[in-house]
């Protein structure tokens, strides 16, 4: 059998490919744009399919990109995944896969790439210190379809519902959208609130038109709070008001997302639309956002950036409090004049 190790000897390209990815919603979505890629080279006929988990399939099915999307259930419990991949086995062999892209290279996927026996497979590096963008793109590279791109026009399936949830919330649907995300899980990958509001009123100075999103969950509700109360008649949250796959069509109509590390902020790159991502103590040569459209403030120049920590050790953040909202609003501007 072929290990994927080179590149597929011939210029025939196996008509059936299963590309696995069951890691969380932020890491599935990075693997999109390279899949779509690779859908597009494939010649008419040819089948590409997907595997994740049920807890975030609601994109790969929402968009116009694979034949088929399969997802397991049991959470983030290897254990129970095994069993639910193992009864969706049968569904799977039925498919006669010739290539697996193993995405993932965990027990799981290592486990359903066994049971298949394709032909070719190739596997994801889960340890190089390169970001998780380009580790998809060799990783699909190795089945030997040629040079693999990050193709970032997606088509929704249900391209108006974005629409229908922005007019509900206020939009007057003339006014261009950026999205602020100050969504970062720790202390340490946050940006003060009072920046995102003073970057705001920076942008709204040169761009009056515009009007500022909100998306996530609860956790961002006082943040909600305290920028509708800065931003009157210019702030649309939709807190707790979309899932995954809504949010992912709103990105789609925006003119700039100003993010901290998560899911949305790869929403965003791997749509192609301006992001100007924001890394406290993210390891950034992992989570970077990739593309000409994409610009990071990172922590990787400092010594004790890419830490990892949940607390500074020094007490101050200081990888993100340096940044003010005049150097970031910069930033943005330098970003949207590309």
């Known amino acids: 059998m072929n290990t994927g190790e080179e590149l597929f000897p011939t210029k025939e ?3 059936r490919i299963l590309a ?8 599935t979505v990075i693997t999109l744009p390279y899949l779509q890629h690779l859908k597009r080279s494939l010649p008419e006929g040819h089948i590409l399919d997907f595997l994740t988990r049920e807890e975030v399939d609601s994109i790969p099915r929402n968009i116009q990109l694979f034949d088929k999307v399969y997802a397991i259930r049991g959470g983030r419990n290897t254990q129970k995944q095994l069993v639910y991949a193992a009864l969706l086995l049968p569904a799977l062999i039925i498919r006669s896969y010739n290539i697996v892209i193993d995405l993932q290279n965990n027990i799981v996927s290592r486990y359903i790439r066994h049971a298949l026996s394709p032909g070719l497979w190739s596997s994801f590096d889960r340890f190089s210190a390169k970001s998780a963008g380009l580790r998809t793109q060799e990783t699909i590279e190795k089945i030997g379809a040629g040079k693999n791109f990050a193709d970032t026009n997606f088509i929704l399936k249900n391209p108006l519902e974005a629409n229908e949830i922005l007019y509900r919330n206020g939009w007057n649907g003339h006014s261009r959208l950026v999205v602020l995300n100050p969504a970062g899980a720790f202390e340490t990958r946050h940006w003060l609130i009072q920046n995102y509001a003073e970057f705001a009123k920076l942008f709204l100075e040169k761009y009056p038109d515009i009007m500022f999103v909100l998306l996530g969950t609860e956790k961002l509700n006082t943040a909600a709070d305290y920028l509708q109360n800065k931003l009157q008649g210019k702030l649309i949250s939709l807190i707790r ?4 796959a809504q949010a992912f069509a709103i990105i789609q109509k925006t003119m ?7 899911g949305l902020m790869h929403f965003a790159w791997v749509s192609g639309i301006p992001t100007l991502a924001l890394f406290g103590s993210t390891r950034s040569d992992w989570s970077r956002p990739l593309g000409e459209k994409s610009m990071l403030l990172d ?3 400092l010594t004790c950036g890419n830490c990892m920590l949940e607390h500074c050790t020094y007490g101050d953040t200081r990888c993100l409090t340096r940044y003010s909202p005049e150097f970031v609003f910069e930033k943005a501007l330098k970003l949207l004049n590309k």
């Open 256 to 262: 700039l997302v100003l993010t901290e590390d998560s």
């Open 299 to 301: 922590s990787s120049d």
């Open 241 to 244: 008001q979309t899932n995954a």
């Open 13 to 15: 390209i196996p008509k």
């Open 20 to 27: 696995i990815r069951l890691q969380a919603m932020g890491d």
